[in-house]
């Protein structure tokens, strides 16, 4: 008895040092899929028809989905993670050459830095500074798409999302280097029988700290450095698409070890030694299944796309020092994490052609189940401890109310698209899960109409895109659905 509790004890132990416990992770709200996509862009068709419809906004950088008879094509605007810097410049380009076909899109704002040091001059001797620090914000995501008649279209995508700091008080301080450079390479745009592939590589390199200590002993003058390594993973990402609407890819992402390597101060008697690894996740993967069609009758489009999603992943928590025999810290009896989700999605969507000039979108997304599980496994000697946590979400509408879109083409070409949620919203909602639909006029604040007026339209909002097609054989609006395959 003595002897399974201090084995549960040294379990509790270990695993606290890792996660604590086996526990569920919702996996496909990460990186599983399109890890290496840049372009967070989404047209106002198809974010409020729940990806069912589309334009050129989402076509003209996917590898199987640009027209290579384009013409020339320009946008800006599509970006709904809120998340996001608002300062984001957003826009893309495309156009038809002899050689073939090149689109391009940026997103960001360069870069943001500022800094401050205290330094003191002391008998006209130049002392060490003080004080110093600086930080700079980096965001730009590129991404640039080249089609060829014979070999299919190629896509670059580089991120550079990071932040650098700087801390140094009297030579002892740390520095935050994250390159958050992200580097992805697409391979696409060919047709075998019917049949439409594309294949994905990529890698995230790790984000490395800096961290500088200086010695007690101030007559040597010295310090010591330290370099953490962690948050890097390369993956690869492939699927196809068919004539007939059926999609599927498969992703994999595998990632780096933690590491720290450099010296470490100790005071008095110099430095000690540090090339230390740990586990973190070991790899993640996914597969998504799913169909896509639209039907047109007369004025009004109707169009499906259900989805069905799996992720797994596994690692194995683990610790080792090779250069401080001394400290040697080492889990022989190392964790073992594994975790899994399915879920099944089913998204509709509407188009109405108001006029020849606007057309109004829809849709609705339903997730028909979502289970989610974790466990944990380790082996001590003869003895083996298992843990099993897991969680069922059944039947519900992805959101709460629907969501309006709103295309006006005032000249050829040029399409001009809002999502007009927050602004219906004003008038009437509809909350599909209680079956309710509600007029929202009640103010109590307004005590005339004019008050009634500036309240009605005190913070509304827009998302807004704005696309021009200058010419080419290429319609500019799609009614084809779009997989998001990529």
Do not use: C
């Not at 450099?262 to 586990?279: H, L, Q």
């Not at 020092?321 to 099944?344: C, G, H, R, V, W």
């Not at 944990?376 to 109310?401: A, R, V």
């Amino acid at each position: 008895m003595k002897k399974v509790v201090l084995f549960v004890m040294v379990t509790i132990f270990i695993t606290s040092m890792a996660w604590g416990q086996a526990e569920t992770r919702d996996l496909l709200d990460g990186n599983v899929f399109d890890a290496f996509n840049v372009v967070p862009t989404e047209s106002v068709e198809s974010y409020t028809s729940f990806g069912v419809f589309g334009s050129m906004i989402d076509d003209f950088i996917h590898v199987n989905y640009f027209d290579p008879q384009v013409g020339t094509f320009a946008f800006m605007g599509g970006i709904h993670d809120n998340s996001l810097n608002q300062s984001w410049i957003n826009f893309g380009f495309a156009k038809t050459f002899g050689f073939g076909y090149l689109g391009v899109y940026y997103g960001g704002h360069l870069v943001n830095a500022e800094g401050y040091r205290e330094k003191l001059d002391a008998d006209n001797k130049d002392l060490n500074s003080l004080y110093e620090e600086s930080e700079a914000t980096w965001r730009n995501s590129i991404a640039v798409l080249f089609g060829t008649r014979n070999i299919g279209a190629f896509r670059l995508d580089l991120q550079i999302d990071s932040v650098t700091d700087y801390d140094n008080d009297n030579g002892s301080g740390e520095t935050n280097i994250n390159p958050g450079l992200l580097f992805g390479i697409t391979w696409g745009g060919v047709d075998f029988f019917g049949l439409n592939p594309y294949i994905t590589l990529g890698v995230q390199l790790p984000t490395a700290r800096i961290i500088n200590a200086a010695d007690d002993d101030t007559s040597r003058n010295k310090s010591y450095t330290r370099t953490d390594y962690s948050g890097g993973f390369f993956g690869i990402q492939t699927g196809v698409d068919l004539d007939s609407g059926i999609w599927g890819d498969l992703s994999l992402i595998f990632n780096f070890d933690n590491s720290s390597i450099g010296e470490v101060a100790a005071p008095g008697t110099g430095s000690t030694k540090v090339n230390r690894t740990w586990g973190g996740d070991g790899f993640l993967g996914g597969i998504r299944v799913g169909y896509a069609n639209t039907w047109d009758a007369g004025r009004l489009s109707f169009g499906i796309g259900p989805e069905l999603r799996m992720a797994f992943g596994a690692s194995t928590y683990y610790l080792t020092d090779k250069e401080n025999s001394d400290n040697n810290i080492e889990l022989k009896d190392s964790p073992t994490y594994t975790n899994f989700q399915l879920q099944a999605v089913f998204n509709t969507g509407l188009k109405f052609q108001v006029t020849e000039k606007f057309n109004l979108y829809t849709g609705l997304g339903l997730q028909f189940f979502d289970f989610q599980s974790g466990s944990m496994d380790l082996t001590s000697g003869k003895d083996k401890y298992h843990e099993t946590e897991w969680l069922f979400d059944g039947i519900e509408w992805i959101s709460g109310q629907l969501q309006f879109g709103l295309t006006f083409t005032p000249i050829e070409g040029l399409i001009i698209g809002a999502d007009i949620s927050s602004f219906l919203g004003r008038f009437f909602t509809v909350n599909p899960a209680t079956m309710r639909a509600s007029t929202v006029f009640a103010n109590s604040n307004a005590n005339n109409t004019g008050d009634w007026a500036t309240s009605f339209f005190r913070n509304l909002s827009f998302g807004l895109t704005v696309s021009y097609q200058f010419s080419g054989s290429g319609s500019g609006s799609s009614s084809s659905s779009d997989s998001d395959s990529e």
